[in-house]
C-alpha cells in the first residue's frame, strides 16, 4: 500500500515528519496531510543553525524531503497521524546535506555496492534500558544530587529472563511490544535483564541497516511516550546504577550479497567466512577511533569498565561476552552473525552504523587479519588490549584515525572535527564539575 493509499484508507490528517541531529536526538515537523506533495517537491525548509551539528549561521537554511518508503502510524496521537523519516539537503543547490546523519549512512551503503563488496549491512539491534517510577536530578553551584523512586520487586540475585514476582514491568514491556508490532518493526522478543532494579531487553529483528536505524530511534520513541503516559521514567543511560549491570545496544550484523550471507562459508565449512574475519580485522584495527561513535557519552565507559561482562577488549571470541565482537556460539550455518558489543544508545545510530561498516569494508580492502579468537577468561589479561578508558581518549584515537571514515567522502574533515570539537565540550562539560563521590572521599581531608 502506497503512503497516498494508507492516507486515504485511515483518514490521516498530519504527517509527523522527522530527522536526527548530530547527537542523535529527535526533531520533528508536523503539517496537514494537504501540504504533503507540495513538501515532498520542494521540501520543508528549517534552520540549520538551529539543529545541534547541522550548518553554521552563514549558510542556516536547509530543506526537509520526506522520504515516503517507510511510514508509521503514531499510537499516541489523538488526530490520525503519519511518521515519516526525511533526508536533509542544502536550500542552495538543492543538493543532500552531506553531513547530514542519514545521508552518511546512505553512502556508506552506496560505497559497499559500489566496491562490489555486498549489497547490504543487515543489522540486529538489543536495546537494554532501565524502568523507574520516578526520578529527581538537579545540578547547579550550590547542589548536585540524584534520587531514584523504585518500587518493582528486587529479586535476590540478579534479573535475567526472571518471571513474577519480579517482573513487575512486564505489562508495560507487552505494551510497548504490541506498539511496536503494529508499526511493523519486527520484535525478535523481549525480557527482562539482569539489572536488580528493573532492567529490560528490546531486541529487533533483523533488517536492513537504514530500516533498523530509523526503528531504534522509533523504539526509543516509543519507550518514552509509553512511560510518559503511565507515569513512568525510563533511561537508556549505559550506567545509571553503580555497581549494577549497565545497559548497551548490542548490533548483530550480517554483510549479504545476492541474497546470501558473506560471513558464512559454505564451501570450506568454517564456522565464519575470511570476508567475516577481515570484517572483524578491520573494526578491530579502528576500534580506539570507532569507539568514539558507538560510545558517545561519558557515561559510555563507566559501562565498560565495571565487570558485568561488558566488553572492555579489543579481540573476538566466540561466546565470550567480555570482547568487543562476539560471535554467538547458538548461530550455526548460513544463520552464523557478528555481535558488536561496545555500543549504547548514547549513539547516533545512524553515524555509528556508518562508522563500524567503513571499518568492516577498510578491513576487507586492507585484508586484515585479527588472528584466532581469543578463548578462556580476558578480563584481568594484560596482553589484549583495552577499549579506550574515556571519551577523551576514544576522540583522540578518531583524530589521529580518521581516513577509513573519508573513504569515498563519506565522511568528511568538517563532519569529524566538528564532532570531536563538540564530544570534547561535552566531556569537559562533566568532567570539570564536582562530584558527590568526591565530595564524599576527599570533603573532610
Given at each position: ?6 492516507i486515504n ?15 542523535g ?9 494537504e ?56 536550500a542552495?543547490?538543492?543538493?543532500p ?37 520516578d ?19 528486587v ?21 510497548v511490544?504490541m ?39 522509533l523504539?526509543?520513541y516509543?519507550?518514552?511516550r ?19 549491570p ?73 561466546a ?16 552464523v ?11 547516533n ?5 556508518a ?5 568492516g ?19 584481568n ?21 580518521r581516513?577509513?571514515?573519508k ?17 570534547k ?13 568526591e ?7
Amino acid at each position: 500500500m502506497t503512503l497516498e493509499e494508507y492516507i486515504n484508507k485511515e483518514k490521516i490528517e498530519l504527517i509527523d515528519l522527522k530527522y536526527a541531529d548530530i547527537h542523535g536526538g529527535l526533531h520533528h515537523i508536523t503539517f496537514p496531510r494537504e501540504k504533503l506533495k507540495t513538501f515532498l517537491k520542494n521540501g520543508v525548509g528549517i534552520d540549520g543553525s538551529s539543529v545541534p551539528g547541522f550548518a553554521a549561521k552563514e549558510y542556516s537554511d536547509m530543506r526537509i524531503f520526506p522520504d515516503t518508503s517507510k511510514f508509521y502510524r503514531d499510537p499516541f496521537s489523538e488526530i490520525p497521524t503519519v511518521i515519516l523519516f526525511g533526508d536533509v539537503y542544502c536550500a542552495e543547490g538543492d543538493k543532500p546535506f552531506t553531513d547530514g546523519p542519514r545521508t552518511v549512512l546512505v553512502n556508506a551503503l552506496k560505497l559497499l555496492q559500489k566496491l562490489g563488496i555486498g549489497d547490504e549491512l543487515l543489522i540486529l539491534p538489543e536495546l537494554e534500558f532501565y524502568i523507574f517510577k520516578d526520578v529527581y536530578y538537579d545540578l547547579n553551584v550550590l547542589v548536585s544530587c540524584v534520587e531514584i523512586d523504585h518500587v518493582d520487586s528486587v529479586p535476590p540475585d540478579n534479573g535475567y529472563h526472571i518471571d513474577a514476582p519480579y517482573d513487575g514491568y512486564r505489562a508495560f514491556r507487552d505494551r510497548v511490544t504490541m506498539y511496536l508490532h503494529n508499526l511493523g518493526i519486527p520484535i525478535k522478543y523481549t525480557h527482562r535483564e539482569c539489572g536488580r532494579y528493573s532492567q529490560h531487553e528490546i531486541e529487533i529483528d533483523y533488517k536492513p541497516s537504514l530500516i533498523n536505524v530509523e526503528n531504534i530511534l522509533l523504539s526509543k520513541y516509543i519507550i518514552f511516550r509509553s512511560a510518559e503516559e503511565e507515569g513512568l521514567k525510563v533511561t537508556f543511560m549505559p550506567k545509571p546504577i553503580h555497581n549494577e549491570p549497565g545497559s548497551g545496544l548490542h548490533l548483530h550484523m550480517m554483510l549479504m550479497k545476492n541474497g546470501t550471507s558473506l560471513f558464512y562459508d559454505k564451501e570450506k565449512g568454517s564456522f565464519i567466512s575470511q570476508t567475516a574475519r577481515y570484517f572483524i580485522g578491520g573494526i578491530l584495527h579502528h576500534l580506539p577511533a570507532l569507539i568514539s561513535f558507538t560510545n558517545a557519552s561519558t557515561n559510555s565507559y563507566k559501562r565498560l569498565f565495571s565487570g558485568f561482562e561488558a566488553p572492555k577488549k579489543i579481540a573476538y571470541s566466540i561466546a565470550n561476552r567480555s570482547v568487543a565482537i562476539r560471535i554467538p556460539g547458538y548461530e550455526k550455518g548460513k544463520n552464523v552473525d557478528i555481535e558488536y558489543r561496545p555500543s549504547d544508545a548514547m549513539f547516533n545510530p545512524y553515524l555509528a552504523v556508518a562508522a563500524i561498516l567503513l571499518a568492516g569494508i577498510d578491513g576487507i580492502v586492507s585484508k586484515t587479519n585479527p588472528g584466532k579468537p581469543i578463548s578462556g577468561d580476558i578480563d584481568n589479561d594484560s596482553n589484549v588490549k583495552d577499549v579506550p578508558r574515556g571519551l577523551l581518549d576514544s576522540l583522540e584515537a578518531l583524530d589521529n584515525d580518521r581516513v577509513f571514515l573519508k573513504r569515498g567522502d563519506v565522511f568528511s574533515d568538517f563532519l569529524l572535527d566538528k564532532w570531536i570539537y563538540l564530544k570534547k565540550k561535552e566531556y569537559w562539560e562533566v568532567e570539570l564539575r564536582p562530584s558527590v563521590a568526591e565530595y564524599i572521599r576527599y570533603f573532610g581531608r
